[in-house]
Nanobody, 123 residues
């Protein structure tokens, strides 16, 4: 059973940075595509970034391009999301999710989810 645990959220001022971590257990990280999603209060969960299992190639939502960077450390079974130049609209609960096979930007395609970590960006 694959399990994911996020950490690294917190309160930061606009323009600041945070690095989120997602530790994956119960499976070999390189066998999975791992994505980051976020959910703001009253809104649907939305795609932020994904990193491919074997190649490590990344894809980002338009809102994240140029500011966020996803990376992985297979030796530590950990995925990271470096978030720079944070904006108040980046506020929300950030989730990592994993799936075997091809990457996807759709929440319904991911079967394994973490519990989420809160990110709050103050103006």
């Amino acid at each position: 059973q694959v399990q994911l645990v996020e950490s690294g959220g917190g309160l930061v001022q606009a323009g600041g940075s945070l690095r989120l971590s997602c530790v994956v257990s119960g499976g070999t990280l390189s066998n999975y595509a791992v994505a980051w999603f976020r959910q703001a209060p009253g809104k649907e969960r939305e795609f932020v970034a994904v990193i491919r299992g074997t190649s490590g190639i990344t894809s980002y939502a338009d809102s994240a391009k140029g500011r966020f960077t996803a990376s992985r450390d297979n030796a530590k079974n950990t995925i990271y999301l470096q978030m720079n130049s944070l904006k108040p609209e980046d506020t929300g609960v950030y989730y990592c999710a994993a799936r075997g096979g091809l990457v996807s930007m759709k929440t319904k395609d991911y079967g394994y989810w973490g519990q989420g970590t809160q990110v709050t960006v103050s103006s």
